[in-house]
């Protein structure tokens, strides 16, 4: 059962009074919405309503629907306590593990949502976000929430408060028609005006048409922060306004006496004492018995805060928050402006080289420091061009095209602006950037939608061959984007099929010769070609099907060991290579120890092998939480490929690691390398300091072999020993554990 507010009926009456419910889309309630959710990277956004049965949507982005029942609502629970709520994984939280929405396929498995207050302690719905996948909510996005509910909370109560004022206008339009020159009534109408008018900030006014006399509310003299009873004519009207307001008021009015009609204009005035400020003016006319107009009357209130609400949240709408660059959505409207112009332009897409260090050596403080800087700098190069922030450390840069050398020259100028040194609180840092660049020189009609994807190929390309560097899209680079979809489409039709495989290379001491353990490999059996990771690549670089594929590998590996301890056969241990993305599913740890305790395998027996990318990848904390849970379970944590980064020393301070797997390439000079063997040397001296085990990958010589033994490294697979097999290959005997080196 849901919680459900002590003040449910007082709630109810409010929400009822409020005539929210079931009224039609606004564009500041909208705005706000799809705002949020680009702002938290969320599908889906909300400001929600409750009645007694329904949680209606005011608001809604990400969602084809308009409300639920009530009982499925995760908003009673903010709205009943008045407090924030929190669900990092609904399948994991009791109070909604069951609800539909969480069970159906790609259903809610994170909220939070703040409550909003018609009035104190009256709390009518919430402003919500909502995910299909597991997050976190750091008190820095909780806080942003809370100040955006406050923007939501304001937009309600100036909807009550607009409804409530109208139906006080209905009613003092019907009382007076009704009661007509009936004095005792006519106060009770006055005063019930007033007390309208100063909720609304709004003041009545009449002019006798016969005599050109103006009649004022005392609200109406404060508005214009006059003296009531102060004298008011034509020419103190005038000095209210600027020449080109009072010009459109005079217009107006003339047009309205013209045909004795009623008129409504929204006006820039100020104050007896210069405040500026926004009215809207509404006015009617009453008619003679023979026809002739005698008086106008009508309301001017005082939408100064409305405007300016709607100017914050158009601000919103469009722009970054952090930087106060234009965003995404502003970024493709102007596009399309001046692709209505007929004119070239150019799109630079950029992508920070370095940004996450910032992050990890510093803190985020550090990191929206920098970002600030370098949208500061990005809008120093040309008054012309349109700079956005598109991602985290994303960038765009949007200009009119002129010709290849001048948007080189301009990009050119970017990567040395952004390349400068950054000063932060004492601490300097340098980021590099890659740029890709299209345009639409000679192509008039081109989509704006397809300069984007162009430009992000052509940054693509800029990372892939380097960083720090500029790319032109060319047609090649649609290609192959083509070629990739492709060929990921056939990798996860060959995962399906169970065409993917593990094969197993066996792992030897030095010392003795003896197998201490195996490294499982990724083949694909595609047909009747064996294909290695270098052909499926492409695969492995994609986050799903690298995500399914890295299921695969410990799925098999695990049933393939445990098939092995039971048959008795002693082969140490299997080595598991992982992915970055795998560390991303907060369940790994659990479900990785509760795979191996059912196979019957002890946690020694398995071993994780990670590399420099999975180091440096953007979930490096949860890779590194995670490893220091496995290794004090007694799963061995090994780092592949060492030596060929340049951040390999100094992760292995932080990192939790037991072994350290010298690159073949390394290898493969030993024997007439002097400088190859100094740096073999080096690793296994520091790794003799660090109490780490030593891997040599790639071993195919005797000579590398004795060299390796003489230089103190520990262990060694490669083609002298075995090259990967499969495992109904690996041992000649099931029960013994011989290795055929021929194979």
């Given at each position: 059962m849901y919680p459900v507010p002590p003040n449910e009926e007082i709630r109810l009456r409010h929400v009822f009074e409020s005539g929210i419910m079931d009224s039609g889309f606004e564009a500041q309630f909208d705005a706000l919405v799809t705002h949020v959710s680009e702002m938290f990277n969320v599908p889906v956004s909300l400001i929600t309503i409750l009645d007694q049965n329904r949680q209606w949507f005011k608001a809604v982005h990400g969602l084809d629907m308009r409300e639920t029942r009530r009982e499925t609502a995760f908003c009673n629970y903010p709205v009943a306590t008045?407090?924030?709520?929190?669900?990092?994984?609904?399948?994991?939280?009791?109070?909604?593990?069951?609800?539909?929405?969480?069970?159906?396929?790609?259903?809610?498995?994170?909220?939070?949502?703040?409550?909003?207050?018609?009035?104190?302690?009256?709390?009518?719905?919430?402003?919500?976000?909502?995910?299909?996948?597991?997050?976190?909510?750091?008190?820095?996005?909780?806080?942003?929430?809370?100040?955006?509910?406050?923007?939501?909370?304001?937009?309600?109560?100036?909807?009550?408060?607009?409804?409530?004022?109208?139906?006080?206008?209905?009613?003092?339009?019907?009382?007076?028609?009704?009661?007509?020159?009936?004095?005792?009534?006519?106060?009770?109408?006055?005063?019930?005006?007033?007390?309208?008018?100063?909720?609304?900030?709004?003041?009545?006014?009449?002019?006798?048409?016969?005599?050109?006399?103006?009649?004022?509310?005392?609200?109406?003299?404060?508005?214009?922060?006059?003296?009531?009873?102060?004298?008011?004519?034509?020419?103190?009207?005038?000095?209210?306004?600027?020449?080109?307001?009072?010009?459109?008021?005079?217009?107006?009015?003339?047009?309205?006496?013209?045909?004795?009609?009623?008129?409504?204009?929204?006006?820039?005035?100020?104050?007896?004492?210069?405040?500026?400020?926004?009215?809207?003016?509404?006015?009617?006319?009453?008619?003679?018995?023979?026809?002739?107009?005698?008086?106008?009357?009508?309301?001017?209130?005082?939408?100064?805060?409305?405007?300016?609400?709607?100017?914050?949240?158009?601000?919103?709408?469009?722009?970054?928050?952090?930087?106060?660059?234009?965003?995404?959505?502003?970024?493709?409207?102007?596009?399309?402006?001046?692709?209505?112009?007929?004119?070239?332009?150019?799109?630079?897409?950029?992508?920070?080289?370095?940004?996450?260090?910032?992050?990890?050596?510093?803190?985020?403080?550090?990191?929206?420091?920098?970002?600030?800087?370098?949208?500061?700098?990005?809008?120093?190069?040309?008054?012309?061009?349109?700079?956005?922030?598109?991602?985290?450390?994303?960038?765009?840069?949007?200009?009119?095209?002129?010709?290849?050398?001048?948007?080189?020259?301009?990009?050119?100028?970017?990567?040395?602006?952004?390349?400068?040194?950054?000063?932060?609180?004492?601490?300097?840092?340098?980021?590099?950037?890659?740029?890709?660049?299209?345009?639409?020189?000679?192509?008039?009609?081109?989509?704006?939608?397809?300069?984007?994807?162009e430009a992000d190929l052509a940054l693509y390309a800029a990372k892939g061959n380097g960083r720090n560097r500029l790319q032109f899209y060319a047609e090649a680079l649609l290609s192959q984007a083509m070629q990739k979809v492709k060929t990921i489409g056939r990798i996860r039709a060959a995962l399906k099929k169970g065409e993917f495989l593990l094969h197993y290379q066996p792992k030897f001491r030095l010392s003795d010769q003896k197998l201490v353990g195996l490294e499982a490999l990724l083949r694909w059996q595609d047909g009747g070609v064996l294909r290695g990771p270098s052909e499926f690549r492409v695969g492995l670089d994609d986050t799903i099907v690298s995500t399914e594929i890295g299921s695969f590998v410990l799925d098999e590996g695990l049933r393939q060991a445990g098939e092995w301890f039971r048959s008795g056969i002693e082969f140490g241990h299997v080595a598991l290579n992982m992915s970055p993305q795998q560390f991303q599913d907060e369940t790994l740890v659990d479900e990785l120890l509760g795979k191996i305790s059912a196979h019957g395998l002890a946690p020694h027996h398995i071993q994780l092998e990670i590399t420099e990318e999975t180091v440096l990848s953007r979930s490096a904390d949860e890779v590194r939480a995670a490893c220091a849970r496995l290794r004090q379970e007694g799963v061995l944590i090994a780092f592949d490929d060492f030596g060929t980064g340049f951040a390999s020393l100094t992760h292995l301070i932080s990192f939790p690691v037991d072994i350290i797997k010298i690159d073949r390439s390394f290898i493969g000079s030993l024997a007439r390398d002097a400088r190859a063997r100094s740096i073999v040397a080096s690793i296994v001296g520091l790794a003799r300091n660090l109490d780490l085990a030593v891997v040599a990958e790639g071993v195919e010589t005797t000579d590398q072999s004795e060299l390796l033994l003489a230089m103190g490294c520990d262990i060694a697979q490669g083609y002298l020993y075995s090259p990967a097999v499969s495992a109904r290959d690996l041992f000649e005997r099931p029960a013994g554990c011989t290795m055929n080196k021929d194979r």
């Amino acid at each position: 059962m849901y919680p459900v507010p002590p003040n449910e009926e007082i709630r109810l009456r409010h929400v009822f009074e409020s005539g929210i419910m079931d009224s039609g889309f606004e564009a500041q309630f909208d705005a706000l919405v799809t705002h949020v959710s680009e702002m938290f990277n969320v599908p889906v956004s909300l400001i929600t309503i409750l009645d007694q049965n329904r949680q209606w949507f005011k608001a809604v982005h990400g969602l084809d629907m308009r409300e639920t029942r009530r009982e499925t609502a995760f908003c009673n629970y903010p709205v009943a306590t008045g407090h924030s709520l929190v669900v990092e994984d609904a399948t994991k939280d009791p109070r909604f593990s069951a609800n539909p929405f969480v069970q159906q396929d790609n259903g809610i498995r994170s909220y939070a949502g703040v409550p909003l207050a018609l009035e104190p302690g009256i709390h009518v719905g919430t402003l919500c976000v909502l995910d299909t996948k597991p997050r976190r909510f750091s008190p820095t996005a909780l806080r942003m929430l809370d100040r955006l509910g406050q923007v939501a909370e304001a937009l309600i109560k100036q909807f009550a408060q607009a409804r409530k004022l109208n139906l006080v206008l209905d009613e003092l339009h019907l009382k007076s028609r009704l009661l007509g020159h009936q004095n005792s009534e006519l106060l009770f109408k006055q005063r019930l005006l007033e007390d309208a008018c100063r909720l609304a900030n709004m003041g009545a006014w009449e002019r006798d048409l016969t005599t050109g006399q103006y009649r004022w509310s005392d609200t109406l003299y404060a508005i214009h922060a006059l003296d009531p009873g102060s004298d008011i004519t034509d020419e103190t009207l005038r000095r209210f306004y600027s020449d080109s307001e009072w010009s459109r008021l005079e217009e107006t009015v003339k047009r309205a006496h013209s045909d004795n009609s009623p008129y409504d204009i929204e006006l820039a005035f100020q104050t007896a004492r210069g405040e500026p400020r926004h009215a809207r003016i509404c006015s009617a006319v009453e008619m003679g018995h023979d026809g002739v107009a005698i008086r106008r009357f009508g309301l001017k209130q005082d939408i100064t805060a409305d405007k300016e609400i709607r100017a914050r949240l158009r601000i919103l709408a469009e722009h970054d928050l952090l930087t106060g660059l234009v965003n995404r959505a502003t970024l493709l409207a102007r596009m399309e402006e001046l692709r209505s112009t007929d004119r070239p332009i150019c799109l630079m897409m950029l992508d920070l080289d370095g940004f996450k260090d910032v992050n990890d050596t510093a803190g985020h403080i550090a990191g929206d420091a920098c970002l600030r800087e370098i949208g500061r700098r990005l809008q120093s190069m040309s008054a012309e061009a349109c700079i956005a922030r598109v991602g985290g450390d994303e960038f765009a840069v949007l200009l009119p095209a002129t010709d290849a050398l001048h948007m080189e020259a301009l990009a050119v100028w970017i990567l040395k602006k952004i390349s400068e040194p950054f000063l932060w609180e004492e601490q300097g840092f340098q980021l590099g950037v890659s740029i890709g660049i299209s345009h639409s020189l000679n192509r008039p009609a081109v989509d704006p939608a397809d300069l984007l994807t162009e430009a992000d190929l052509a940054l693509y390309a800029a990372k892939g061959n380097g960083r720090n560097r500029l790319q032109f899209y060319a047609e090649a680079l649609l290609s192959q984007a083509m070629q990739k979809v492709k060929t990921i489409g056939r990798i996860r039709a060959a995962l399906k099929k169970g065409e993917f495989l593990l094969h197993y290379q066996p792992k030897f001491r030095l010392s003795d010769q003896k197998l201490v353990g195996l490294e499982a490999l990724l083949r694909w059996q595609d047909g009747g070609v064996l294909r290695g990771p270098s052909e499926f690549r492409v695969g492995l670089d994609d986050t799903i099907v690298s995500t399914e594929i890295g299921s695969f590998v410990l799925d098999e590996g695990l049933r393939q060991a445990g098939e092995w301890f039971r048959s008795g056969i002693e082969f140490g241990h299997v080595a598991l290579n992982m992915s970055p993305q795998q560390f991303q599913d907060e369940t790994l740890v659990d479900e990785l120890l509760g795979k191996i305790s059912a196979h019957g395998l002890a946690p020694h027996h398995i071993q994780l092998e990670i590399t420099e990318e999975t180091v440096l990848s953007r979930s490096a904390d949860e890779v590194r939480a995670a490893c220091a849970r496995l290794r004090q379970e007694g799963v061995l944590i090994a780092f592949d490929d060492f030596g060929t980064g340049f951040a390999s020393l100094t992760h292995l301070i932080s990192f939790p690691v037991d072994i350290i797997k010298i690159d073949r390439s390394f290898i493969g000079s030993l024997a007439r390398d002097a400088r190859a063997r100094s740096i073999v040397a080096s690793i296994v001296g520091l790794a003799r300091n660090l109490d780490l085990a030593v891997v040599a990958e790639g071993v195919e010589t005797t000579d590398q072999s004795e060299l390796l033994l003489a230089m103190g490294c520990d262990i060694a697979q490669g083609y002298l020993y075995s090259p990967a097999v499969s495992a109904r290959d690996l041992f000649e005997r099931p029960a013994g554990c011989t290795m055929n080196k021929d194979r």
